[in-house]
């Protein structure tokens, strides 16, 4: 009498590759996309830490956002160094990034085509040829507004234009 050797057949063998390959082709894509959420999450946060800081320096230079570069009369309104990525949030030194913050965080989107960046440029005013100029960094609108966002010309995984959170 023969007696059978134990394992697994070759049809055994491609159906299980073949529903491997199935599980696959469904799970992959989803976990890309928790990928660029989590990357959009820890933008947001950073923007919340930003956005914390700004408060809590507007609060102890009694209504004074930064300005956009070092002046000698911090009080003054004016603004130096429009469009340009220079100034108070990228100099890891000046007083706004080691008394409010450790260090620029950094925009991290998960977008072909927009690279992570900690850069801020400073506006004065909407600027949308500014903005698509410096994609995928943060921008700051002026001491006398105080307001900073993510510069990007994309949206983010909601449809949501990234720039209005």
């Not at 049809?11 to 660029?36: C, Y």
């Not at 956002?65 to 003054?76: G, H, M």
């Not at 440029?121 to 909407?126: G, P």
Request: glycine share 10%; hydrophobic share 40%.
């Amino acid at each position: 009498m023969k007696t059978m050797k134990k394992g697994f057949t070759l049809i055994e063998l491609m159906i299980v590759v073949a529903i491997i390959g199935i599980l696959a082709a469904i799970a992959i894509p989803k976990f890309a996309d928790l990928i660029k959420k989590s990357k959009e999450g820890a933008t947001k946060g950073s923007l919340g830490a930003l956005r914390s800081a700004l408060t809590i320096y507007y609060g102890e230079q009694e209504g004074l956002y930064p300005v956009a570069a070092p002046v000698a009369d911090p009080t003054s309104s004016a603004q130096v160094g429009e469009g340009t990525a220079t100034g108070v949030f990228s100099n890891p030194t000046g007083p706004f990034l080691t008394k409010y913050l450790d260090k620029m965080p950094t925009v991290k989107l998960g977008i072909t085509g927009v690279t992570d960046s900690n850069a801020c440029v400073f506006i004065s005013t909407y600027n949308p040829t500014l903005m698509s100029a410096h994609n995928g960094e943060w921008w700051y609108r002026g001491n006398a507004i105080g307001e900073i966002h993510v510069s990007a010309t994309v949206v983010d995984t909601k449809g949501a234009s990234i720039t209005s959170w």
